[in-house]
């Protein structure tokens, strides 16, 4: 005599394993486009058939049971195999589709990716970019983006990256107005007596140790002042009002050096770098859409070879 067959609605499915990996009913509700009671209610009809809990729930968290994580073990990646052969099948369309999904920071977008991305995005107007503004090392496999981007040729295991900008310089500057109220600093030891605008790496915890370097003496020294943020864009908007002295990479103050309203100090302590690179999993076969969202955001003619990490 046969065993009865349980049949399980896919979209049941589905709805799991995008909480378990949110780890937040309304974070998987916005994400698949239904209302939290509709998708609570498929997890408890899915824990009905199977006679188990797959979630344990509290007021402030919730996360798999052994049952829930051996489920996402064994039915995880089969969805995103799913989402990448359905993804690949647009190379038989007429003009390939998809959503590629980037994580970055914010100047890098206004800079240099949507300015590269504007023609393709007119041309092919089935293909979809979300960009994610983060300043962690975000783990691209585990949350599902497509590619990454970030200062440097630093590479996570099993990661490919690409140069899509040139190299960089940091820079060290404040306010006419600020500067005329404090002296000039002569070495980076000196801006431990000045007001410093900081900012706090997510993947760290720390603050930012300010790096500088002059014929092969390195100098990394710990400043103070009277703000700390976790994104650069509100670091220049507080310099520029006169709050002290910021540091970060050559573009995000270029504008204002050109006008005139910005002053530039340890210019000599600010050897060039190698400038944002696109790092994307060496194992995944690329969708139509990110083939043609890499090609164009590729550095031309930089000089610089793709580089792999073992």
Request: glycine fraction near 6%; charge should be neutral.
């Amino acid at each position: 005599m046969s065993r009865p067959t349980l049949r399980y609605n896919l979209n049941d499915l589905l709805a799991f394993v995008t909480v378990a990996r949110e780890g937040s009913f309304t974070r998987a509700a916005a994400r698949l486009g239904v209302t939290q009671s509709a998708l609570s209610q498929a997890i408890s009809g899915l824990e009905a058939r199977l006679k188990i809990r797959l979630l344990t729930r509290t007021t402030r968290s919730l996360s798999p049971t052994l049952a829930g994580e051996r489920l996402m073990q064994a039915i995880g990646y089969r969805f995103d195999d799913i989402q990448q052969e359905l993804e690949a099948l647009t190379e038989l369309r007429d003009k390939p589709a998809g959503t590629v999904r980037i994580t970055c920071g914010d100047n890098i977008i206004q800079t240099t990716l949507l300015p590269k991305l504007m023609p393709l995005l007119h041309e092919y107007p089935d293909i979809k970019v979300e960009f994610d503004i983060d300043y962690g090392f975000r783990d691209i496999v585990a949350d599902r983006f497509d590619a990454g981007v970030r200062l440097g040729e630093s590479l996570d295991k099993d990661m490919i990256a690409i140069p899509i900008g040139p190299e960089l310089r940091m820079a060290a500057v404040a306010t006419p107005d600020y500067f005329a109220q404090h002296p000039l600093p002569k070495t980076p030891r000196d801006l431990m007596h000045h007001r410093c605008i900081n900012i706090r790496l997510p993947t760290y915890g720390g603050l930012y140790v300010w790096e500088f370097e002059k014929q092969g003496k390195k100098l990394n020294i710990n400043v103070d002042g009277p703000l700390i943020f976790n994104t650069s864009l509100h670091i220049t908007a507080a310099m520029l009002g006169g709050l002290g002295i910021a540091y970060l990479p050559e573009p995000e103050f270029s504008p204002y050096l050109e006008q005139g309203r910005l002053i530039r100090v340890l210019e000599d302590w600010c050897p060039s770098f190698a400038g944002y690179h696109l790092y994307y999993p060496s194992r995944r076969q690329p969708s139509p859409a990110f083939s043609l969202v890499l090609e164009a955001l590729r550095l031309k003619n930089s000089g610089y070879a793709e580089s792999q990490s073992p």
